[in-house]
């Protein structure tokens, strides 16, 4: 840290969130059977040291979810400004548990749900921050950090039936053999993708063929599809899917929690002739052992479960991993609480052996999870082989310093920082209601504005 920096001014002095929107629905980009009008946004948060340095986080939403968001944010939002970030970053793992364990807001948790989505827009942004000051791109400052240093940002309470501190330390001891090739090969040729671009169920079939046209010529090798809202047209589609990838290509099929247990079971056995990698989402977020009853189903037909986008929080993802209900653990960078508790996460998935296939996609996601699937490249689990983060090309023209994909593959972000800053131009557009494209469609009634005919 550069000694220009003294305690003063290395304290927070404000806290800024706002609501950020963009208008997805209109052309149905984002949408899958349970999500039929998503409008992608975030909670927004700007955190400022005395210095004047800024950091950026966000948690993804979908339309007026953010505004519930946003206020829990402003309401977290006294236990940040006027803490010395230093102080913080030493302690970190004890720093989060303070912000879940508030005695009156933790009775609207626990750690799950609203509080626990602007928890995670608040920590993202401390991480940006932090990387910031100490001039390194996030997944570089995580693999740089000493075992004992990154073990201290993590509150292993109610882990220790499956892991302990002390094993964690042993894991990131032994993810230190080989790093510095592991850091050249990452900046050479970066992390494999996979895109679900073409995929989005409120997509005609023209529109899929030019996308998936488009995906294969850029060098993608894996599609993820919606599925879930009707046998015949998931079978067509599927059909339609595979004349244009092929069979050599992978393919990921994703039903947002539609079903009941015993129907994902059957629903995919006539999917399985199409041979996915795996079912996302089968199921209810939270049903642990239906997953886990749909996997013991699906193996023989070498279908794998994938699940974590909606997953609450690391004791929810303790018990998948344990109860083997899913085969990819899919983190999410904008849910649980945060890079802090997403780093327990990726340690219980390695001691158990399952692969992490981040979700990413919706606002600031991709730019935020290729850090964390970086860190756990070069530091952890040491492989890439059979994983895959999430692309998709959607909104990254709004940052700073957007997420790049070539030939398949995040390329590793050199600027310091978790890569969340917006571009001023994008907040004047899109923060939600008066920024100025909203105010247009409000003035076209492409949207009605929610500012008028209010009681
Ligand atoms: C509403 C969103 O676009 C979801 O459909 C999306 O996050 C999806 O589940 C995914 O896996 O990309
Ligand atoms: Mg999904």
Not at 8 to 23: G, Y
Request: aromatic content about 10%; glycine content about 8%; proline content about 4%.
């Amino acid at each position: 840290m550069s000694h220009t920096h003294t305690r003063e001014n290395l304290k927070i002095v404000s806290l800024d969130v706002k609501d950020v929107r963009f208008p997805t629905s209109l052309h149905a980009d984002g949408s899958d059977a349970m999500h039929t009008d998503p409008d992608y946004s975030c909670a927004y948060v700007t955190i400022k040291i005395q210095a004047g340095l800024e950091g950026y986080g966000l948690t993804f939403t979908l339309g007026r979810g953010t505004e519930i968001v946003v206020q829990a944010v402003k309401t977290l939002s006294s236990m940040i400004v006027g803490q010395v970030v230093t102080d913080i970053y030493k302690e970190f793992g004890t720093f989060w548990r303070t912000l879940t364990s508030e005695s009156q807001l933790r009775w609207i948790g626990p750690e799950k749900g609203v509080t626990h989505l602007a928890t995670a827009a608040i920590i993202n942004a401390l991480w940006d921050l932090w990387g910031k000051l100490v001039k390194k791109p996030v997944w570089q400052l995580l693999a740089d950090m000493d075992p004992e240093q990154l073990v201290a940002c993590i509150d292993f309470r109610y882990l220790s039936n499956v892991i302990t501190k002390e094993e964690a330390l042993q894991m990131l001891r032994k993810g230190q053999v080989g790093k510095e090739e592991r850091v050249n090969k990452l900046l050479g040729k970066g992390y494999p993708c996979y895109t679900t671009q073409a995929g989005w169920l409120g997509y005609s079939n023209e529109k899929i063929n030019q996308l998936a046209q488009k995906y294969i010529d850029l060098g993608f090798d894996a599609f993820k599809v919606k599925v879930g809202k009707n046998l015949y047209e998931d079978i067509k589609r599927l059909e339609f899917i595979r004349n244009i990838i092929g069979w050599e290509r992978t393919l990921m099929v994703d039903a947002n929690q539609v079903w009941e247990v015993q129907e994902a079971i059957d629903w995919m056995q006539q999917l399985a002739q199409f041979k996915p990698l795996w079912i996302e989402e089968p199921t209810s977020p939270d049903d642990v052992l239906g997953h886990a009853q749909i996997a013991r189903a699906l193996k023989p037909l070498g279908i794998g479960v994938a699940t974590g986008e909606m997953c609450c929080n690391r004791v929810l993802f303790k018990q998948f991993l344990q109860a083997e209900a899913l085969q990819f653990c899919q983190i999410d960078s904008a849910r649980i609480g945060g890079v802090n508790e997403i780093l327990s996460v990726y340690l219980m998935a390695h001691k158990l052996g399952v692969k992490v296939c981040p979700h990413a996609g919706g606002v600031g996601l991709c730019e935020m999870v290729q850090h964390l699937q970086m860190w756990d490249y070069v530091a952890l689990s040491g492989t890439s082989e059979g994983k895959y983060v999430e692309y998709i090309d959607q909104q990254h023209e709004h940052f700073v310093y957007p997420s790049i994909v070539k030939n398949a593959h995040y390329l590793a972000p050199r600027e310091p920082g978790y890569s969340t800053e917006f571009k001023k131009e994008a907040l004047e557009n899109y923060v939600y209601p008066n920024g100025k494209e909203w105010e247009s469609m409000f003035e076209k009634g492409i949207f009605s504005d929610p500012r008028k005919n209010k009681c």
